[in-house]
């Protein structure tokens, strides 16, 4: 599976968009972006995943760019509770994989 | 009604100890998984079932079992607990092996294991 590069730590203003950033250069065609995040003490928790169009749901966008190297999770409208380790990962379609979480990025929502 | 459930959530055991934890999904998926969680906060994934069938083993010791008794249930047992073994033990589960067609995992509570 590709690597995945995220910032360590960012922060957003309560009611303001949050964009996160992650960069996956070695992706593969075949691999899927797929977002989790992890709020303190909690399992992670799945959020949105895509291969290479956009996609949209009721937590998230996910921006991919057209050449797929790198990707964009959008919180249209961050709150306190969406403050959490954000991960980004690759995974391909195909079975035998490894997936590891890195170390993601902490977004703190300020008020 | 919880998706995933692990037990217990909190295990603290002496050394060299064997203990084991549960797991359980009520989504009717036919994977699961096990991942570690380091002081270090990087998850990285253990063993994977597919219909209980044991598809992935990460370089995982052999102290560490799973039994997977049917598609719902996922255990782990370690033997002779080790000081390293301290961490975070998430169960997770999906409806097919991660990736393929990009199916979404869902995750337990988690497990916090302290070897003293």
């Known amino acids: 599976d590709a690597k995945t590069t995220q910032p360590p730590s960012m922060d957003c203003a309560e009611g303001r968009a949050a964009n996160l950033p992650c960069n996956h250069s070695?992706?593969?065609?075949?691999?899927?972006v797929y977002w989790y995040r992890q709020i303190h003490s909690q399992g992670p928790q799945y959020i949105i995943h895509?291969?290479?169009n956009n996609e949209t749901n009721e937590m998230a966008s996910l921006i991919i760019t057209e050449d797929r190297k790198s990707s964009t999770l959008i919180l249209p409208h961050a709150t306190l509770r969406d403050t959490a380790v954000y991960y980004c990962?690759?995974?391909?379609?195909?079975?035998?994989?490894?997936?590891?979480f890195g170390a993601g990025t902490r977004l703190f929502v300020k008020a | 009604d919880t998706a995933v459930s692990q037990t217990p959530k909190y295990l603290v055991t002496q050394m060299g100890n064997d203990k084991s934890i549960k797991c359980e999904q009520n989504l009717g998926h036919d994977t699961m998984y096990w991942y570690k969680q380091d002081s270090k906060k990087f998850l990285k994934i253990m063993f994977s079932?597919?219909?209980?069938?044991?598809?992935i083993n990460e370089t995982v010791p052999n102290r560490f079992s799973p039994k997977s008794p049917d598609k719902a249930h996922l255990n782990l047992h370690i033997n002779s607990l080790e000081l390293g073994d301290s961490a975070v033990y998430f169960c997770?589960?999906?409806?097919?092996?991660?990736?393929?067609?990009?199916?979404?995992?869902?995750f337990g509570p988690g497990t916090r294991l302290t070897v003293l």
């Open positions: 079932y597919n219909n209980k069938e044991l598809i």
């Open positions: 997770a589960s999906s409806q097919e092996l991660l990736g393929f067609k990009g199916n979404e995992q869902f």
């Open positions: 895509g291969l290479k």
């Open positions: 070695t992706i593969s065609g075949n691999e899927y």
């Open positions: 990962i690759v995974s391909r379609d195909t079975g035998g994989f490894k997936t590891i």
